[in-house]
């Protein structure tokens, strides 16, 4: 019998299961519906339809490069509780992901979840989650995630908070352990201060315009009586704090000794150790979570979802 893309719809309303599921479900049972009903729940898969609708802010994320530093990818795959976040499964899963990525020609995440799947070929990465969600029984998904390559550079991961935050580093630089210390380094600072742009020729016009207008209007409610020289030198040092603030190698280096050190500086003083040209080429940083509106549970509620 064929399956029309109706019947897949309608299983789908029904069940809750993925598109591809329902799919396979329909082709399994020669489009009966009740026998693709009962083979989605034989295979745990129906009962996802109660687990959509909730909220996945917690999970982890993980880095994986190449051994020769030379490929890299940040992936973020959420749960939504912080107890599945630290289960070895999931983790061992999130590892899976990020392999499956690095290894394939891939742009976003909807791409991704239509390719076999890099553990058994014959289902698809989004009925791998899916299985995954029927056991670990919290719903989960692929979020986001990055691919960085640098044929010429070496790119650096560093992992916070056991995956709360996620980095990584692109350096134009050659391969040696002063190399690597410094994009260790730079993707600690990065995680910790969260700068926008590695430098001031990447910030946009259009983010400077807006600042000067808004601290322009501040400067003039502040100093009513000024003349517009000194409003002009005022809004003008408080946007270059604003970048030194946004911009990586604008920062303070957070392990200068002397505590005034310029990220740009601490840069430089690697080159010359190492008799090479050294610049950072970009960075990528992720958040568990960022963005995601999250649902208040206290403690006790937690304990008790997991113990159902």
């Known amino acids: 019998m064929a399956i029309t893309a109706g019947m897949v719809k309608e299983l789908r309303e029904i069940t809750g299961a993925g598109m591809m599921d329902c799919k396979k479900a329909l082709t399994e049972t020669d489009g009966d519906m009740e026998k693709a009903i009962e083979f ?66 891939v742009k976003d995440v909807d791409e991704l979840l239509k390719m076999p799947w890099i553990d058994d070929s014959t289902e698809t990465v989004e009925e791998a989650l899916s299985r995954k969600i029927s056991i670990i029984g919290e719903k989960l998904s692929i979020r986001r995630f990055e691919k960085i390559e640098n044929p010429d550079g070496i790119i650096v991961p560093y992992i916070h908070g056991g995956g709360k935050i996620g980095v990584l580093v692109n350096l134009n630089a050659p391969v040696n352990d002063e190399t690597k210390d410094c994009g260790k380094n730079l993707a600690m600072q990065v995680a910790a201060l969260s700068p926008r742009y590695v430098d001031r020729s990447q910030v946009d ?66 080159a010359a150790a190492v008799g090479a040209d050294v610049t950072v080429a970009g960075f990528t940083r992720f958040e568990t979570g960022e963005g995601i509106e999250k649902k208040e549970e206290n403690f006790a509620e937690e304990v008790a979802k997991q113990m159902q």
């Open 40 to 105: 989605l729940r034989e295979k745990g898969l129906a009962a996802i339809a109660k687990k959509a609708n909730r909220i996945a802010a917690e999970g982890i994320v993980d880095a994986l490069v190449t051994d020769d530093l030379k490929k890299a990818v940040l992936v973020e795959v959420n749960s939504e509780t912080d107890f599945v976040a630290k289960n070895a499964e999931f983790r061992e899963y999130v590892g899976r992901v990020a392999a499956q990525i690095l290894d394939a020609d």
């Open 205 to 270: 016009q259009e983010y400077i315009d807006k600042e000067t207008e808004i601290l322009t209007a501040a400067a003039k409610n502040e100093k009513p009586d000024a003349n517009d020289k000194i409003i002009e030198g005022m809004v003008k040092g408080r946007i270059n704090k604003e970048l030194k603030e946004i911009c990586l190698v604008d920062q303070v280096y957070v392990k200068a000794e002397d505590g005034k050190q310029s990220v740009g500086s601490y840069v430089k003083e690697v």
